[in-house]
């Protein structure tokens, strides 16, 4: 199983990234996604997450109205739409692959990793 992010960057703030996340080697539609962030010195911290077919999002409070993830089964994708971004965003960004068809906040309910993508948010 792999998972390939891309689409850090360097930003200013108040501007948009759209991360993605290609999945193979597994049925990506069979499986809820999730994004994570860590910054230097943090924990990893949850983002977002999608059910199996979309129709379910959570969000981390920080990022409530501000990001957006979607997902494309036929191109066993997810992505990250981060609009308004602020200096407290940037982080090395991950996405994950759940256990389940179920969207969660746990890390420990996520089972493989993609490498991280960075994304630098200046003032």
């Known amino acids: 199983v792999q998972l390939q992010a891309s689409g850090g960057g360097l930003v200013q703030a108040g501007g948009s990234l759209r991360l993605s996340c290609v999945l193979s080697?597994?049925?990506?539609?069979?499986?809820?996604m999730g994004w994570f962030r860590q910054a230097p010195g943090t924990e990893r911290q949850f983002v977002a997450a999608?059910?199996?077919?979309?129709?379910?999002?959570l969000y981390a409070d920080l990022v409530k109205g501000r990001f957006t993830i979607s997902r494309d089964n036929a191109k066993n994708t997810v992505y990250l739409q981060m609009n308004s971004l602020e200096p407290e965003d940037t982080a090395v960004y991950y996405c994950?692959?759940?256990?389940?068809?179920?969207?969660?906040?746990?890390?420990?309910?996520?089972?493989?990793w993609g490498q991280g993508t960075l994304v630098t948010v200046s003032s």
């Open positions: 999608i059910s199996w077919g979309g129709a379910n999002t």
């Open positions: 080697g597994r049925t990506f539609s069979n499986y809820a």
């Open positions: 994950a692959k759940s256990r389940t068809i179920r969207t969660a906040r746990d890390l420990g309910l996520y089972d493989y």
